[in-house]
């Protein structure tokens, strides 16, 4: 995906703040669009469809956690990269953001050459995080092209980080995958989370899914068992 195709929302109640992250992105060909709290930033997003949407945690009218969640629960938005922009560093915060379907963080105050980095970053992970289109492990089958899981005939939707990380798991049933490389994998490298960000979505996906599947390999991490 080349860049000047690229279309980036940012989300932020600091005038200033907006500004500045809005030139630094446009300098490298991106197109920009803003707006200055939750309720806007849906609308525009409606009208605009981007690629990557950037929210402040902290804002008036509707927060970003809220806005995250209100964006998840639109079928358009379902595979959108989503990250906050935040200057707090607590994990309960982090943790939440992860919850309603957040793909990363960015932290205050910006750099610009770091921030149009991350920006990069999000959209290789976007663009080549592709595995087999469709796979199926008993009654279990992952339609990677529709996000889509279905389970016994019956379909499930899941957060895009959800879907990531079973769609790693179930890629080789038995095998178990360290925590730093799921990590690296559905995450990236360049991707600061705390340490119970994995056991967070495993709780979810055993919600969801069963308790049977996902496997805990205590101080190692986790494997998917049909």
């Given at each position: 995906?080349e860049?000047?195709?690229?279309?980036?929302?940012?989300?932020?109640d600091?005038?200033?703040?907006?500004?500045?992250?809005?030139?630094?992105?446009?300098k490298?060909?991106?197109?920009?669009y803003?707006?200055?709290d939750?309720?806007?930033?849906?609308?525009v997003a409606?009208?605009v469809?981007?690629?990557?949407?950037?929210?402040?945690l902290?804002?008036?009218?509707?927060d970003?956690i809220?806005?995250?969640?209100e964006l998840?629960?639109?079928?358009?938005?379902?595979?959108?990269v989503?990250?906050?922009?935040?200057a707090?560093d607590?994990?309960?915060?982090?943790i939440?953001?992860?919850?309603v379907?957040?793909?990363?963080?960015?932290?205050?105050?910006?750099?610009?050459?770091?921030?149009?980095?991350r920006?990069r970053?999000?959209l290789?992970?976007?663009?080549?995080n592709?595995?087999?289109p469709k796979?199926k492990?008993?009654d279990?089958?992952?339609d990677?092209?529709?996000?889509?899981?279905?389970k016994?005939?019956?379909e499930?939707?899941?957060?895009?980080?959800e879907?990531e990380?079973?769609?790693?798991?179930?890629s080789?049933p038995?095998?178990?995958?360290?925590r730093?490389?799921?990590?690296?994998k559905?995450w990236g490298?360049?991707t600061?989370?705390?340490d119970r960000?994995?056991?967070?979505?495993i709780?979810k996906l055993?919600?969801?899914?069963g308790?049977?599947y996902?496997?805990?390999i205590?101080?190692?991490?986790?494997k998917?068992?049909?």
């Amino acid at each position: 995906m080349e860049v000047n195709d690229v279309k980036v929302l940012l989300v932020d109640d600091e005038s200033d703040v907006l500004d500045f992250m809005k030139y630094n992105l446009e300098k490298e060909g991106f197109w920009v669009y803003t707006a200055n709290d939750g309720i806007e930033g849906i609308q525009v997003a409606r009208k605009v469809n981007p690629h990557v949407i950037i929210l402040d945690l902290m804002m008036p009218k509707l927060d970003g956690i809220e806005t995250c969640r209100e964006l998840r629960s639109m079928p358009e938005f379902k595979n959108t990269v989503i990250a906050f922009l935040t200057a707090r560093d607590e994990d309960y915060s982090q943790i939440a953001g992860f919850e309603v379907g957040a793909d990363d963080y960015i932290s205050k105050p910006i750099k610009p050459r770091v921030f149009v980095s991350r920006i990069r970053a999000l959209l290789r992970r976007l663009e080549t995080n592709e595995a087999s289109p469709k796979m199926k492990v008993g009654d279990i089958e992952i339609d990677r092209e529709r996000y889509m899981v279905v389970k016994g005939g019956n379909e499930i939707q899941l957060p895009r980080k959800e879907f990531e990380l079973m769609s790693l798991l179930v890629s080789k049933p038995g095998r178990v995958f360290k925590r730093e490389e799921i990590l690296s994998k559905v995450w990236g490298n360049d991707t600061i989370v705390g340490d119970r960000t994995i056991d967070v979505h495993i709780r979810k996906l055993r919600e969801k899914i069963g308790d049977d599947y996902f496997k805990t390999i205590k101080g190692i991490g986790y494997k998917f068992d049909s």
